[in-house]
């Protein structure tokens, strides 16, 4: 969350974490920064698999919010073309439920 109220503060534009100029971080960063800390074992992908199976089988969030927040699109045309809304409120309560999951409740009370 420090990081997070960080950037927020000194951030110039509308990502929270930016590319080079105004482009967003490309889809390779991830693997870069896991590459410059020698995890050749974890992969982009496997967090948001981690999530997603999390999400999937621990939680009652709807299969939209879930899919939100990984940023996927709807399959079906129709759908995505009646589903325009961001569900922001319902994916912070799902991000919130993610991070009591996996940060130590000692973690919990310094963000």
């Known amino acids: 969350m420090a990081i997070l109220r960080h950037m927020q503060e000194t951030r110039c534009g509308d990502l929270i974490f930016p590319g080079t100029g105004a482009a967003p971080l ?5 693997l870069a920064v ?5 995890r050749r074992d974890s992969t ?16 009652d969030h709807p ?10 699109k709807y399959k079906n045309e129709t759908t995505a073309a009646y589903q325009r809304g961001q569900k922001l409120e319902k994916r912070r ?7 009591d999951y996996i940060l130590p409740v000692k973690l919990r009370a310094i963000a």
């Open 26 to 30: 490309s889809h390779m960063a991830m």
């Open 93 to 99: 309560k799902l991000m919130q439920d993610w991070a």
């Open 44 to 59: 982009a992908h496997g967090f948001r698999a981690s999530f997603a199976t999390w999400a999937e089988e621990c939680t």
């Open 34 to 38: 896991l590459k410059r800390m020698n």
């Open 63 to 72: 299969d939209g919010v879930r899919e939100a927040a990984l940023a996927h």
